[in-house]
């Protein structure tokens, strides 16, 4: 018999300790290591942020302390001056309307890879789709430059077809900000959203047809519902991303592009100037700490807002 | 409905006429004609990837055929999309929707166009209340056990009151126990709604114990179709008599026709048969099949018909008989099922030689019939049964 054979090849006692030994250093590194990495390049930075937060400067010189006076600073120019508060809200106003239009654009393109290509293209149509992704962020921004620009190929293309006054001015609008940002988020939406709606059981929606739903209830009454959760997390995430990018308002954007709030800069952009300005680094951390508790509340709301639709899926 | 109609002979529900499907190369369905009536419960059965569950696809839109018709309660559905056929389907694995309750669920095609509320919530109620629903109506479909989740599935489709309810193997992903209970209660619901039912599945005791009558599909075509006893006592062709029950089939020539019983020269013994109606010519090949059940063993030496040496070579009790299994002289199988285990044949030992018999009136011919168009290819032999 195979089994009287095992315990013959294992002496009792002492490997069975170094077994559960091994399994549990083998535990250790695999907690250890994920731990250490976030630790060094997450925790301790952002800890460094705070703290520098509370630093002054006094003779253009870095001095430790606990002062509150750069949040006092930042406070007081909040609706003067730099008027923060207006950047917050461009930056806010820009990132949620992206992070709409984002999902707006994707979210098609998922459904007509799940449901019109054949399931054997699936891979090569992802592929495409996730292509701009390993181009560089900083190149495809200066492409858009290119098309977006007042003499660009855009307007070019426009006035050789004979649509001279059809003439957009887009570049240097906060318009050009979010279409950078959305072709910067696409790839990565389109994963996402893929993942959530290639997941949904088929038989769902042939049992929907069969009882009578034509292909667009079926949509609403259950494709929609059902990819509630993953519209939301990539939503959440676009808006995130978008609210703490520099590139696309700094290269698309012109520093302040226009839009409904005026021509105000985004917040992030705003970081950016400072830090390239002035030589107050405190000051700077402060405001990077606004940035980063905007964003948390955004995450907070966006997974609050997925725990109720996983609440309501039962 | 007018009165004439009514007063005619059975009306007919469901009638596939040659209906064929094909898959690239593949061959799914291969002309399949079939008629269901009024307020019959129809079981098709067969292997896997005989093509039972594809019709039952193509009855509901869910798949197209390559050419065919169909027919529902006369009018031709053919090109009628899935969504406007007044067929429902039962599924295999529910299909409930996860992110809707029970009621929300069960009321779902009733939701789909105009609609009024309360009488939408009032056919609800009722139909929750006829497959015992009633208190789980405000219930997630997580929350649900199995069977719970099925009868969902049916009330589901039976609340949009369609003309043929279509189930796919809908008790397979249930325990064993929960099946039966499920399977009496699936035939009373059927009987007391008068509704007709196409029930596809591959377990045999499910379409027996509930269809009146029942198809035996393979490779895409139609074996056999008729009531339960038929198909058991007397299959049709060679792969029913293999598929069904637990038959012993013996293949050989006639050697010789008198008082109507044919004999038949086999590997270990000449077997008789009742010739039937047209019965084969001397020197034609043909399979004889006969029921485990029928078969009996005597005391070696003792003379009788259909004689048959054999060494008991197994024995499996299932407590309310025991299956043996024989081996003969030429090495072929033999099976043999008592229902009073120790009376006979006492505790029969291993090794035992054992002679058998039984009544050449239990003995099915099967005439093996080459199938239309593949005449060359070797060892495609299908058998027909003869006059029964």
Redesign the interface.
Known sequence: MVAADVPQSIPTGVPEAAATAGLNSLKAVGIGVPLLYSLTFFAAPLVFLVVLGFWLVEDFQVVPALSLDNYLDIAEHMFAKSNYALAIAQSLWVALTTAFFAVLVCYPMVLAIVYVAPRSRHRLLLMLAVAPFWSSYVLRLFSWQILLANKGIVNSGLAWAGFENLQFKLLYTQIATRIGLIHYLAPILIVVLYVTVANI?R??I?????????RW?AFR??IL??SRTGLLVSTSFAAIVSFGDVLSGALLGGGAGASVLGSVPLFSNMIMSEYASSTNLPRTAALAMILVLVMVLMLAGGAALAERTKV??? | MNVISDIAAPQVDLELRGIAKNFGDFVALEHVDLSIERGEFVAIMGPSGCGKTTLLRIVAGLESMSSGQLLLRGQDISALPVHKRSTRLVWQNFALFPHLNVRQNIAFGLTLGRHDKAAVKAKVDEIAELVQLGQFLDRRVSQLSGGQKQRVGIARALVTEPEILLLDEPLSALDAHLRIRMQSEMKRLQQRLGLSFLYVTHNQSEAFSMADRVVVMNKGRIEQYGPPEEIYTRPRTHFVAEFVGSNNIFDGKVVDMQDGLIRVQCADAIISAAAGERPPGKGSTVSLVVQADKVRSSPIGMPGENMLGAVLSGREFTGSQVIYYLETASGGEVKMVAQEPFSQTGRAAINMAMQLYWSPADTVVLRPNIVPGVENMPGRHSYVALGT
Do not use: S
């Not at chain 1, 042939?206 to 034509?214: E, P, S």
């Open positions: 059981d038989h769902l042939q049992a929907a047809r069969d009882l009578g739903a034509t209830q009454r259950v519902p059902m309501d899926a039962g």
